[in-house]
T-cell receptor, first 116, second 118 residues
Framework: AQSVTQPDIHITVSEGASLELRCNYS??????LFWYVQSPGQGLQLLLK??????LVQGIKGFEAEFKRSQSSFNLRKPSVHWSDAAEYFC??????????????FGTGTRLTIIP | GAGVSQSPSNKVTEKGKDVELRCDPI?????LYWYRQSLGQGLEFLIY????????KSGLPSDRFSAERTGGSVSTLTIQRTQQEDSAVYLC????????????????FGEGSRLTVL
């Protein structure tokens, strides 16, 4: 069965500093991977996704993520965070999408706090 | 509407009562999903609709949970005889096509319905 681990429950970063949020997945084949952001009072919004090809994917709001098969990881990065990036971030895997399985498995999320 | 609309935004109920949660997806979106977000937990898949059909109900926790979708649009999630462990935020998402049909497209989420069972 597919699973997703986000080891960091809460991360605090200074505004302007770089950010890396960790995500590890468990699945035998190449999964479809997603990062979503949930801002207070808003629904989840897709930041980026990976299916195949270039392992470094670019997303919205200046975020990027790199798929590393050897490490079963899909870490999210941003070179310089802004106060508006404070939110909850969720990594998700869709292991069976190619076979018609519509279920996404989400991690437990990482709450990002930005300090001045 | 412009986005996925869910109602009520907050619902407090007593144990044993039935509740209905409504989701109005983005117009034209054929795929609709229900997820549950409990405190400290990730999102838990409940059910997926394609049009009015539910090909995957595998995530519904028990037979107290049911969902329907009418007219290929609005969906209602019903929880009968609510229990305290049902307390959570229930999220609805829609997509123009299924994840498989659009090679992993994009889900658009509503703000959720927060259910508290006393």
């Amino acid at each position: 069965a597919q699973s997703v681990t986000q080891p960091d429950i809460h991360i605090t970063v200074s505004e302007g500093a770089s950010l890396e949020l960790r995500c590890n997945y468990s699945y035998g084949a190449t999964p479809y991977l997603f990062w979503y952001v949930q801002s207070p009072g808003q629904g989840l919004q897709l930041l980026l996704k990976y299916f195949s090809g270039d392992t470094l994917v670019q997303g919205i709001k200046g975020f990027e993520a790199e798929f590393k098969r050897s490490q079963s990881s899909f870490n999210l990065r941003k070179p310089s965070v802004h106060w508006s990036d404070a939110a909850e971030y969720f990594c998700a895997v869709g292991a069976g999408i190619l076979f018609g399985n519509e279920k996404l498995t989400f991690g437990t999320g990482t709450r990002l706090t930005i300090i001045p | 509407g412009a986005g996925v609309s869910q109602s009520p935004s907050n619902k407090v109920t007593e144990k044993g009562k039935d509740v209905e949660l409504r989701c109005d997806p983005i117009s034209g979106h054929t795929a609709l999903y229900w997820y549950r977000q409990s405190l400290g937990q990730g999102l838990e898949f409940l059910i997926y609709f394609q049009g009015n059909s539910a090909p995957d109900k595998s995530g519904l926790p028990s037979d107290r949970f049911s969902a329907e979708r009418t007219g290929g649009s609005v969906s209602t999630l019903t929880i009968q005889r609510t229990q305290q462990e049902d307390s959570a935020v229930y999220l609805c998402a829609s997509s123009r096509r299924s994840l498989a049909g659009a090679i992993g497209g994009e889900l658009f989420f509503g703000e959720g319905s927060r259910l508290t069972v006393l």
